[in-house]
């Protein structure tokens, strides 16, 4: 039987505020354990929790980046189930009347070796407190309990059931913390929790319309293990299945080392949580007003740039949709184009996506700490089009660049003199290069004159060779053919 994949996200955002959700305390990451914890996270007799602004700031942010309602009024609710990270027994979060309503998320990712892009639908997203966190490990025989994150605002994102594979999600999760870390509403670090995944994965026959059973993977904190935890739960529903079993609504934790999904408690339903609006809190009133504070405050969002590079800088729609797939990776590529000129913007983007890119992936390094600067780059490029160097050299300057961490404007003209880079361009070198290779390789001589065209690249190889990779290529190729043409 051919089986379908079907996957809904629901990702856990923390938001990037000086303080808790409805209290003063700090949001700092590793401060010593329970010393962020104040009466109001724990909810401790006789506290009120009062709602941070910027918390709501950033929600808006999100919604208007997606496309979403904003929502006038909306309800905070208490979520009741008991943990132990969860002393007061409740969580306060929103459920009827979320403060972001619909929206969506375009994305692009290989498919079958083609480059493709796909939209998913948003269901909602909403705010809620964290709860705090179990400690396993630092402890024998017993667990301890860390409640400096009880209270760190979070919002909610939760897709549609949309996705069908898990390279879509993966692609989804990436545009989406691409996304959030473009706002400034999350700093995005998966390693501290600042982004965390739930993915909820079913199987049905191919043609079915009614969804299979799913269960939820919890807690997804790398894009790996994305990707592993669905394939290893898609798997093991289709084999539990196709052996004559039933699949059993349960959320499920991710095991990396065996590779294996594990239940952790059967799948709870809304109405097990008893959900109720909180007592305390008034209704979240979102005025027109607010709303167009925000949004005069918004960067310009990757889908107006992506469209500002095609009709600016008249790149091609896949090249403006790579370069936009970060902030950093897109502030840095303006830089470059505004220090190099428009006329070099596409050769701007091909040393992004090529050499630059697998640089920073091989050396573990984000582009806002690339040690070449985004006016070395450019003056390389400059050098590059005005024939001082040709591609080949640039590549051992631009390794030599990355070596060099400095903050020298002029860097690459000093290298490029100190090394000996400069294209050779006179054309009497260039001859004496050319009637070597013409003597030393008599068979591809023979064979271009025969009618074997692609016999002249073998001497162009040579001769680039025995120029040490610095003869012009252009130059090289049109005194090659007119020799060879004698």
Wanted: aromatic residues 6%; negative net charge.
């Amino acid at each position: 039987m051919e089986w379908e994949v079907v996957i809904g996200i629901e990702n856990h955002v923390q938001l990037t505020t000086a303080s808790k959700i409805f209290s003063g305390s700090p949001t700092t990451f590793g401060a010593e354990p329970n010393t962020q914890a104040s009466p109001v996270d724990l909810a401790l007799p006789g506290v009120l929790p009062v709602m941070n602004k910027q918390a709501v700031d950033r929600a808006i942010r999100f919604g208007l980046a997606v496309g979403a309602k904003i929502a006038p009024a909306s309800i905070f609710a208490r979520k009741n189930y008991f943990y132990p990270d969860l002393p007061k027994g409740y969580q306060i979060s929103q459920f009827e009347d979320p403060v972001v309503i619909g929206g969506a998320v375009t994305f692009g990712y290989e498919k079958d070796g083609e480059f493709v892009t796909r939209t998913v639908n948003l269901t909602r997203a909403h705010l809620e407190e964290d709860a705090g966190k179990s400690l396993h490990e630092d402890y024998a025989g017993m667990s301890g309990i860390d409640l400096n994150r009880a209270g760190t605002p979070l919002l909610e994102i939760v897709s549609e059931p949309e996705i069908r594979s898990a390279a879509e999600a993966v692609a989804y999760c990436k545009a989406l913390h691409s996304l959030v870390m473009w706002l400034g509403v999350c700093d995005g670090n998966m390693q501290e929790g600042s982004f965390r995944c739930d993915i909820n994965v079913s199987v049905r026959p191919k043609g079915q319309k009614e969804f299979g059973t799913r269960c939820e993977i919890k807690n997804l904190n790398s894009f790996r293990f994305i990707e592993e935890a669905v394939h290893v739960e898609v798997r093991r529903q289709i084999e539990l299945i196709e052996d004559g079993g039933k699949v059993v609504q349960a959320t499920r934790l991710y095991d990396p080392d065996r590779k294996e999904t594990r239940e952790m408690r059967s799948k709870e339903d809304a109405q097990d949580y008893r959900y109720f609006p909180d007592p305390d809190l008034p209704p979240l009133v979102i005025s027109s007003a607010w709303i167009d504070q925000v949004k005069a405050a918004m960067p310009e969002l990757p889908a107006a740039m992506r469209a500002r590079f095609v009709s600016e800088y008249a790149l091609p729609d896949y090249d403006s949709l790579v370069l936009t797939q970060s902030k950093a990776m897109a502030t840095y590529f303006v830089a470059v184009v505004d220090a190099a000129g428009k006329e070099n913007a596409k050769s701007a983007a091909n040393w992004l996506m090529g050499d630059v890119s697998s640089t920073l992936n091989r050396e573990g390094v984000d582009i806002a700490d690339a040690p070449v600067k985004p006016a070395q780059l450019a003056l390389m490029l400059k050098r590059i089009a005005d024939g001082t160097i040709n591609n080949k050299t640039a590549k051992e300057l631009f390794g030599d660049m990355w070596a060099a961490k400095s903050d020298d404007d002029n860097l690459v003209d000093a290298l490029i003199e100190s090394k000996g880079l400069k294209q050779i361009s006179d054309t009497g070198a260039l001859e004496a290069i050319v009637n070597e290779v013409i003597a030393n390789n008599e068979k591809s001589v023979e064979q271009y004159r025969a009618g074997k065209e692609a016999a002249i690249n073998s001497l162009i190889g040579q001769a680039m060779k025995a120029s040490r990779g610095k003869a012009n290529p252009a130059q090289l190729t049109e005194l090659l053919k007119a020799k060879l043409a004698g």
